[in-house]
Each structure stands twice: as structure tokens, then as C-alpha cells.
């Protein structure tokens, strides 16, 4: 139970003279169950990357594979749930009831399975049900989100996508749109998301893909990440690089407050107890 | 540079947005805004070039009240704004003509908005892409375009919502860095954002909650406020590791807070120090 890609390439404006490259031979998998961020730099093919997931775009070479099924069948759109970078982009109900009814309805289930399935993504997001009837339009941009979320969880989805899925909120929102897709991941759906907040996402993250002008510049574990020569890191990581950089036996795979304290604490005594080699390392 | 005398707005469905604000903005200040989602720092920035006006209270631009329709051309092009999302701001049908849209509307010389499109474009790399259309742009380019866009139009006082938000970190840091030589070029700056990891090196922060102001001043006394964890703003991780360090003997200097690179070097000082 896999999402594959293979030797994928895809171009925006294929054969015209604005054509623009944007992925470049992509070979890549991603297990069901699996937390992965996509990580990179502006322009680098992330969000690309994920519409290839759930058939909103089309390799121009190579193949992509859900389940060994073709992304963009029916029943590969039922086990791919897709967020986008801004919420507002994929509401259109009246009332966010209909909006997280939407998927499950248009599948073709009843009316009374459907109805379950929206309680349940609305309790997955810890969203009220007194809010059911409101018009999400009027939510605040935290609330967008989350409803954003229910309408894609309400399909039971064996892969989660999600193109930025806590920009702009401020620090509760974020904790608690992590705080769901952690319970989601838990329950076995594999979470997808392109992030640029590694400070939020990296303690969940078990594999990160770093892209880079269109192609996979790493993939692999977070502490393999760390230990690699990548520059985009969490605050706290940067600071850990660095130390181990000056000579300090520090443990660079390092990236929460807790473990840093914990880290510096102990290089501490390790130096005190041998202060003359450290320093002409120095 | 910018007032805003006993501000209060609601929004039409009866919301209350900002409430009885008072604030002055200095003329090369750099001001930080911050606040919940909803807190109504997105409808402040939006009353300072006048695209809100105020029910109650007037807001005062460089002389001129925003209440005043025929000052208003005069007050944009005193303010410029870059907003959250930056397609709401696109007009062109290529990146170079959406740049040099503004600078026709000021009548300004051919030759002379050639020139500043073209500098601009070099300065923020967007030159490559300068006949594409700006939807083909990826999420993180399209930010930078709605600032080369502002920029481009030299106003005095830029405000700037939420404008690293959907940036890669280096990309975050590369704006930071222009906006602080803007401000060294005597520009006053509003930078509304949730990142608190980028305020460090700010005149003021202003912390804002239900449209009222609840905190203000420098960096230092907001951040050791601790009325900012009340109101779910978590502290930026390096000074909290800061912090956890004083207790248990090590002192890093709020200086050296700034830059995961200044902290490190500080930690080697201290322990290696003879």
C-alpha cells in the first residue's frame, strides 16, 4: 500500500514557448501510515509534486501510482484526500455542513452514513457541531482550515495531502491542525504535507522529502536530515550544526527546546571535565 | 509619521474588529504587530492607506485624514501595502507589466518606469520570469512578486501582512533582510506577522488582542512579558532555550539571541572562555 512515482517529469505550458519545467525525474514512494514533509525552497515543484498525488495533474513521462491504481480513477481519489495552500480555494457551500457532506455524498453514500462521516471529521478537526449550519465563509482563518480539513477527512482517506496547511494561523491554530493531523496519522492515514514551518512540523515529521529546482535533493529519515548538509533547519537544530561545527560533542540531531537544554547542559560538563582539548579546538 | 487617534471599526455583520485604538508610529520606526488570528491586526493595516476608514476615530497619515477622499491618492502613495495573499493584488498580464501598473497610474515617464521595473526585477531575481503571466508563478514567488510590486512604487512607509508566511525560511530571511534596509533607507515600517522568531531585531512590538492594543514597547520587555503566553503567543524557540539555559547557570545575552549563528557562538564563549 504505496503511493509511487517513477521517473516522473512535468512541465507547465508543455510545448508552447512559455514552457516551464517544473519536475524533473522524480522517483519517489511514500508508505500508507507514513508522516512525510516536503520541504524546499520557492518555485522548487512542491505543490506540483502534490497534485501529481490525487491526479490534478498529469506526468508528462513516467508513471504515479496509488494502491497500483491510476491517481486520477475514481477510486484512487477516494483514498487521496487533498488540502489546499489556501482554504478558501476549496469552500463553496452555504453551510459547513454541506461542505464536509460534499465528498461523501457526491462517492454516492446515503444520506445517514454521510451524516456520520461528517460528525466524525468535525470532532477529528475539534470543531463544534453547533457550528454545522454556520457559512464558512464567515470563519476566521484558523476555523477555514479546519474545515477545509473535515471536508477531506470526511472521505476516510488512506493518504492525506496538504499544501501548507498552517500558514497564517497564529500559535493555537497551528498547535491544533497539528495536534489533529498527529491523531489522524496515528490512526494509520499517511499525512503528505509541503510546510515551510519546520519549527511546528518537525517533531511529527518521520520522513522528509527536500526538493530543489524540480528535483529530489534528499529523502530520507528527519535524523539523517539533521546530520546531512541541508540548510533549511528548525532554529534549534541551526544552533546544534553550528556547536558541532566549533568542535563541541554535541548531538546535531537535536531540534526541541527540552532536548537542546538537556544537550547543552551535558556538553557542559563534558568540556569542564576536559577544558584544554576543546579549547585548541577552538 | 502615523496616527491613529481613538480607532474603532466593526465590521458590517456587527463584528467589532478594533476598538478605541490609539497608536503613533515614528517616521523610521520599524513597528511588529502581533496578535491572534482575528485579533484585527489585518483590519489596522488595512486603515492605514485609508482602504478602511474609521467609525469612530480618525487616522492620521503624514498630515493628511484618511476620512479626507481627495487626500486619499496622496496618502497611497505615502503607504504602500503588501498583502497575505498576493494574488488579491495582480492586475497584469505579465510579471513586467503588473510591476509597471502602479508607476502608469503616477504618470510617470517612460524611460523613467523602465528603469525601475528593470532595477527592481534584478534585485529581487523575478527577471527570468518577467514575460510570464503571474498565476503560473509558484505560491513563494507570487510573495515576492506583491512585493517587488509595492516596492517598486518607493513609498515611504511600507506595510507588509503576513508577508513571510508562505516562504521558505531562506527566502523569509532574504525579505526580512531588504525590509531592515528599507528601514535603514529611512522607510517606516508595519510588519504584521505570527512569526515572533523574526522580531528580534524591531523598534516595537505592538501585541493585539479582540482589536485592542494589550502590550506594547521593545522586543526585550515584550517578550519577557508573561502576559504574551496568556494570550497564546508562544515565546521564538532560541530565546526560550534561552531562557531554560538562565536558570540552570548559562547566560546568553539577549544580543546574541538574534541568530541561531550569535547564540552558538556565545555558548562556545562561555564554555570555552579562560
Not at chain 1, 471536508?151 to 496547511?165: G, H, K, M, Q, V
Not at chain 1, 493531523?181 to 519549527?199: F, S, W, Y
Not at chain 1, 518537525?202 to 529519515?221: D, N, R, T, W
Request: aromatic share 6%; net charge positive.
Amino acid at each position: 500500500m504505496s503511493v509511487i512515482l517513477e521517473n516522473v517529469s512535468f512541465s507547465y505550458s508543455r510545448k508552447t514557448p512559455l514552457e516551464t519545467p517544473a519536475l524533473k525525474e522524480i522517483n519517489l514512494r511514500i508508505k500508507k501510515g507514513e508522516f512525510v514533509g516536503i520541504l524546499g525552497e520557492k518555485g522548487a515543484g512542491k505543490s506540483t509534486l502534490l497534485k501529481l498525488f490525487n491526479g490534478l495533474l498529469i506526468p508528462d513521462t513516467g508513471t504515479v501510482r496509488v494502491d497500483s491504481l491510476n491517481p486520477s480513477s475514481k477510486e484512487a481519489r477516494h483514498r487521496v484526500g487533498m488540502v489546499f495552500q489556501q482554504p478558501a480555494d476549496q469552500l463553496f457551500c452555504r453551510t459547513i455542513y454541506d461542505e464536509i457532506a460534499f465528498g461523501p455524498l457526491n462517492f454516492g453514500y446515503s444520506r445517514k452514513e454521510t451524516k456520520e462521516r461528517v460528525l466524525e471529521a468535525l470532532e477529528a478537526v475539534s470543531l463544534d457541531q453547533s457550528m454545522l449550519y454556520k457559512n464558512p465563509f464567515r470563519l476566521s482563518g484558523g476555523e477555514m482550515q479546519r474545515v477545509a480539513l473535515a471536508s477531506a477527512l470526511a472521505l476516510r482517506p488512506d493518504y492525506l495531502i496538504l499544501d501548507e496547511p498552517i500558514t497564517g494561523l497564529d500559535p493555537v491554530g497551528k498547535r491544533e491542525i497539528l495536534e489533529t493531523l498527529k491523531k489522524v496519522n496515528n490512526m494509520g492515514t499517511a499525512v503528505i504535507a509541503v510546510t515551510h514551518n519546520l519549527k511546528g512540523f518537525f517533531p511529527l515529521l518521520q520522513k522528509i522529502v527536500l526538493m530543489k529546482e524540480g528535483k529530489i535533493a534528499f529523502q530520507g529519515s528527519r535524523e539523517d536530515y539533521l546530520k546531512t548538509g541541508c540548510d533549511s533547519l528548525p532554529p534549534i537544530a541551526s544552533i546544534m550544526r553550528e556547536l558541532k561545527a566549533k568542535g563541541l560533542p554535541v548531538n546535531p540531531a537535536v531540534f526541541t527546546v527540552e532536548d537542546a537544554l538537556e544537550e547543552i547542559l551535558r556538553v557542559k560538563s563534558i568540556i569542564e571535565s576536559d577544558r584544554e582539548k576543546y579549547i585548541r579546538q577552538w | 509619521m502615523i496616527r491613529l487617534e481613538k480607532v474603532s471599526y466593526s465590521y458590517p455583520d456587527g463584528t467589532p474588529a478594533l476598538e478605541d485604538i490609539n497608536l503613533a508610529i515614528r517616521e523610521g520606526e520599524f513597528v511588529a504587530i502581533i496578535g491572534k488570528n482575528g485579533s484585527g491586526k489585518s483590519t489596522l493595516a488595512l486603515h492605514l492607506n485609508g482602504l478602511l476608514k474609521p467609525q469612530k476615530g480618525k487616522v492620521i497619515m503624514k498630515g493628511m485624514d484618511t476620512h479626507d477622499s481627495f487626500k486619499l491618492p496622496d496618502i497611497r502613495r505615502v503607504v504602500g501595502i503588501v498583502f497575505q495573499n498576493p494574488e488579491t493584488q495582480f492586475v497584469g498580464r505579465t510579471v513586467e507589466e503588473d510591476l509597471a501598473f502602479g508607476l502608469e497610474n503616477l504618470c510617470l515617464p517612460p524611460a523613467e518606469i523602465r528603469r525601475r521595473v528593470d532595477t527592481i526585477l534584478a534585485e529581487t531575481g523575478l527577471g527570468k520570469y518577467r514575460y510570464r503571466s503571474p498565476k503560473t508563478l509558484s505560491g513563494g514567488q507570487r510573495q515576492y512578486m506583491a512585493l517587488a510590486g509595492v516596492l517598486v512604487m518607493e513609498p515611504e512607509c511600507l506595510v507588509f501582512d503576513e508577508v513571510t508566511s508562505m516562504l521558505d525560511p531562506n527566502s523569509g530571511a532574504t525579505i526580512l533582510e531588504r525590509i531592515r534596509k528599507l528601514q535603514g533607507e529611512g522607510k517606516t515600517i508595519v510588519y504584521v506577522t505570527h512569526n515572533l522568531e523574526e522580531l528580534y531585531a524591531v523598534d516595537r512590538i505592538i501585541v493585539m488582542e479582540k482589536g485592542k492594543i494589550m502590550l506594547e514597547g521593545s522586543p526585550k520587555s515584550v517578550f519577557s512579558d508573561p502576559l504574551l503566553q496568556k494570550l497564546g503567543l508562544s515565546l521564538p524557540s532560541l530565546l526560550e532555550l534561552a531562557t531554560r539555559l538562565k536558570t540552570c547557570g548559562v547566560t546568553v545575552p539577549w544580543e546574541k539571541i538574534a541568530s541561531p549563528h550569535s547564540f552558538a557562538e556565545e555558548i562556545c564563549r562561555l564554555f570555552l572562555k579562560t
